[in-house]
């Protein structure tokens, strides 16, 4: 991470901090590592995008449904999803740091410094051919470019054979082969990679040891496979259909850093969506433009995106890829998009008994069917947005502000209500207001300070629109409505009012360009 990245995640992580947007877990016993609890402005903005997610899911398709199942699961769930034998890590230990990194991660960084080589190459021809830059051409031909990417292809091949394989010792064998150091000591001291089960578990009722073991649910998926038919049935759901849900997640993350990135507790979003077999990858393309159609609409800039594909397919997939998005310490996975096969609902028929299978009339046959899966982090999602809306800002005056430039629809509260002065009967004015908008929108009144001062306080907290109240307002019924990112006003009629914030605050703006 380069220096200045690193400075705005500190700044993001003291920023939410300071102005109710995320807290470190039970801070008064000094935390819980890996562990985030929402404030009173977080918490907000997190069921927002809860809203945007669900509606662009449940509401815009009429074949997609949501459930809300529990997060204890019977545990042969975990058997038959593979999570109790395969959901492992592979970790290693640097010796002298003592600082513990999953090793294919180490390796896939390594890779990724590579390419940036080549992109560094690729933006030095540009420069210099201009217009006459063949892109392909230089790729296909450049013997820099070209040695670089046989380097990557090689090293690609051994770490997916090792994965595959389960061959520890090779991976250890690639990290020492490669020379990679640990990023913070610079020591080459490691220690052999072990598997490690990200699972928590606990036990049911008064039953202890083995028998009444039950897992916190790792991911949100399992809950949808196991009432594929129930939603089918009940629903009278046929195929291509989707089931949609949003809940947490446990996983006993060894390495759990940078912020709500990797939590130990975080917040799913998934959708399963079941196709005939042998559509699975056109549904799979699809999804693939839907999910970042629906990430662009956000507006954080088209050029903080991006798919990674996967090379080392989960045993469950076909095909594979992330959306990755660049946060403050780089490109980095925010949601995941998996072609699943028939994996999940053939292996919950075997460990169950149970046919989870779809009758086709057109083909006059039962299939169990395929399946494509979007996952999306919440907390990440939360995050990407965060630390893309902080700005500083230095104005016209010269003074300085820092703005959280958070989307209207999403931001926390939308209108902050702020009297001239507290007096004059101004205060009324303000709670007429407040009182009108309550219904509608969540709004602040703020009568503490000077003007200033209060719009710098709802810039920090993000609060797209302000509504003051001056002597005019009493003659007239009109207030002046600030815009947060332009600080342009505008005078409005009150009786207008909650029409006009409606209507700049409406999701439906986010979700018009789906
Ligand atoms: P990673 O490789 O970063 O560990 P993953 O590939 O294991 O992620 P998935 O199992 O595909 O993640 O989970 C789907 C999504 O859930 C991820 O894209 C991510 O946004 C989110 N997620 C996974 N683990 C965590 C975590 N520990 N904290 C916060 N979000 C997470």
């Given at each position: 991470?380069?220096?200045?990245?690193?400075?705005?995640?500190?700044?993001?992580?003291?920023?939410?901090?300071?102005?109710?947007?995320?807290?470190?877990?039970?801070?008064?016993?000094?935390?819980?590592?890996?562990?985030?609890?929402?404030?009173?402005?977080?918490?907000?903005?997190?069921?927002?995008?809860?809203?945007?997610?669900?509606?662009?899911?449940?509401?815009?398709?009429?074949?997609?449904?949501?459930?809300?199942?529990?997060?204890?699961?019977?545990?042969?769930?975990?058997?038959?999803?593979?999570?109790?034998?395969?959901?492992?890590?592979?970790?290693?230990?640097?010796?002298?740091?003592?600082?513990?990194?999953?090793?294919?991660?180490?390796?896939?960084?390594?890779?990724?410094?590579?390419?940036?080589?080549?992109?560094?190459?690729?933006?030095?021809?540009?420069?210099?051919?201009?217009?006459?830059?063949?892109?392909?051409?230089?790729?296909?031909?450049?013997?820099?470019?070209?040695?670089?990417?046989?380097?990557?292809?090689?090293?690609?091949?051994?770490?997916?054979?090792?994965?595959?394989?389960?061959?520890?010792?090779?991976?250890?064998?690639?990290?020492?082969?490669?020379?990679?150091?640990?990023?913070?000591?610079?020591?080459?001291?490691?220690?052999?990679?072990?598997?490690?089960?990200?699972?928590?578990?606990?036990?049911?009722?008064?039953?202890?040891?083995?028998?009444?073991?039950?897992?916190?649910?790792?991911?949100?998926?399992?809950?949808?496979?196991?009432?594929?038919?129930?939603?089918?049935?009940?629903?009278?759901?046929?195929?291509?259909?989707?089931?949609?849900?949003?809940?947490?997640?446990?996983?006993?993350?060894?390495?759990?850093?940078?912020?709500?990135?990797?939590?130990?507790?975080?917040?799913?979003?998934?959708?399963?969506?079941?196709?005939?077999?042998?559509?699975?990858?056109?549904?799979?393309?699809?999804?693939?433009?839907?999910?970042?159609?629906?990430?662009?609409?956000?507006?954080?800039?088209?050029?903080?995106?991006?798919?990674?594909?996967?090379?080392?397919?989960?045993?469950?997939?076909?095909?594979?890829?992330?959306?990755?998005?660049?946060?403050?310490?780089?490109?980095?996975?925010?949601?995941?998009?998996?072609?699943?096969?028939?994996?999940?609902?053939?292996?919950?028929?075997?460990?169950?008994?149970?046919?989870?299978?779809?009758?086709?009339?057109?083909?006059?046959?039962?299939?169990?069917?395929?399946?494509?899966?979007?996952?999306?982090?919440?907390?990440?999602?939360?995050?990407?947005?965060?630390?893309?809306?902080?700005?500083?800002?230095?104005?016209?005056?010269?003074?300085?502000?820092?703005?959280?430039?958070?989307?209207?629809?999403?931001?926390?509260?939308?209108a902050a209500i702020l009297p001239?002065?507290?007096?004059?009967?101004?205060?009324?004015?303000?709670?007429?207001?407040?009182?009108?908008?309550?219904?509608?929108?969540?709004?602040?009144?703020?009568?503490?300070?000077?003007?200033?001062?209060?719009?710098?306080?709802?810039?920090?907290?993000?609060?797209?629109?302000?509504?003051?109240?001056?002597?005019?307002?009493?003659?007239?019924?009109?207030?002046?409505?600030?815009?947060?990112?332009?600080?342009?006003?505008?005078?409005?009629?009150?009786?207008?009012?909650?029409?006009?914030?409606?209507?700049?605050?409406?999701?439906?703006?986010?979700?018009?360009?789906?």
């Amino acid at each position: 991470m380069s220096q200045s990245e690193d400075n705005l995640l500190k700044k993001v992580i003291a920023h939410a901090k300071e102005y109710g947007y995320v807290f470190p877990s039970s801070e008064i016993y000094d935390g819980l590592s890996a562990t985030y609890d929402y404030g009173q402005y977080g918490v907000e903005l997190k069921n927002h995008l809860k809203q945007y997610w669900w509606q662009a899911m449940v509401r815009m398709n009429e074949n997609i449904v949501g459930i809300d199942a529990a997060i204890f699961m019977h545990p042969t769930t975990w058997k038959a999803s593979g999570h109790v034998d395969a959901f492992n890590d592979p970790l290693i230990d640097n010796k002298d740091s003592k600082k513990r990194y999953r090793a294919d991660q180490l390796i896939e960084e390594y890779v990724s410094k590579i390419e940036n080589k080549i992109a560094k190459e690729e933006g030095k021809a540009a420069k210099r051919f201009g217009d006459a830059f063949d892109l392909d051409q230089f790729r296909g031909t450049n013997p820099r470019v070209l040695q670089y990417q046989s380097q990557i292809d090689s090293i690609n091949q051994k770490l997916k054979e090792s994965i595959e394989q389960g061959a520890l010792q090779d991976l250890k064998a690639l990290i020492e082969e490669l020379g990679i150091a640990d990023p913070v000591s610079g020591s080459r001291n490691w220690t052999d990679v072990r598997q490690f089960n990200l699972m928590f578990s606990t036990e049911l009722g008064s039953v202890a040891g083995e028998s009444g073991k039950i897992y916190l649910r790792p991911e949100t998926a399992q809950g949808i496979f196991v009432n594929f038919l129930n939603v089918q049935k009940t629903g009278r759901m046929r195929i291509p259909f989707g089931i949609a849900q949003i809940g947490k997640a446990f996983r006993n993350e060894i390495i759990a850093r940078q912020f709500i990135f990797r939590m130990r507790e975080f917040e799913q979003m998934e959708m399963q969506f079941f196709v005939k077999p042998g559509e699975e990858l056109d549904w799979y393309q699809e999804w693939k433009e839907k999910r970042m159609k629906w990430h662009q609409a956000l507006g954080l800039g088209s050029e903080n995106y991006r798919f990674h594909d996967h090379l080392n397919l989960a045993h469950y997939a076909n095909a594979a890829c992330d959306i990755e998005f660049k946060f403050p310490m780089g490109f980095k996975e925010l949601e995941g998009i998996h072609s699943r096969t028939d994996f999940d609902l053939k292996a919950h028929e075997q460990h169950s008994g149970k046919k989870l299978q779809f009758f086709d009339p057109s083909e006059d046959k039962s299939y169990v069917p395929y399946v494509i899966e979007t996952s999306i982090g919440l907390d990440r999602l939360f995050l990407a947005l965060l630390s893309k809306s902080y700005t500083e800002e230095t104005l016209e005056d010269g003074s300085e502000r820092t703005v959280l430039k958070i989307p209207a629809p999403l931001a926390p509260v939308k209108a902050a209500i702020l009297p001239l002065v507290n007096k004059d009967g101004l205060p009324e004015k303000a709670r007429q207001v407040f009182d009108q908008l309550k219904y509608h929108l969540l709004c602040q009144i703020d009568f503490k300070d000077a003007i200033g001062r209060r719009y710098r306080r709802q810039d920090a907290i993000g609060t797209p629109f302000g509504i003051t109240i001056d002597h005019q307002t009493l003659e007239d019924d009109t207030v002046t409505l600030r815009d947060r990112d332009s600080m342009v006003q505008e005078r409005v009629q009150i009786t207008q009012l909650t029409s006009v914030l409606l209507e700049k605050c409406s999701l439906q703006q986010l979700l018009k360009q789906l």
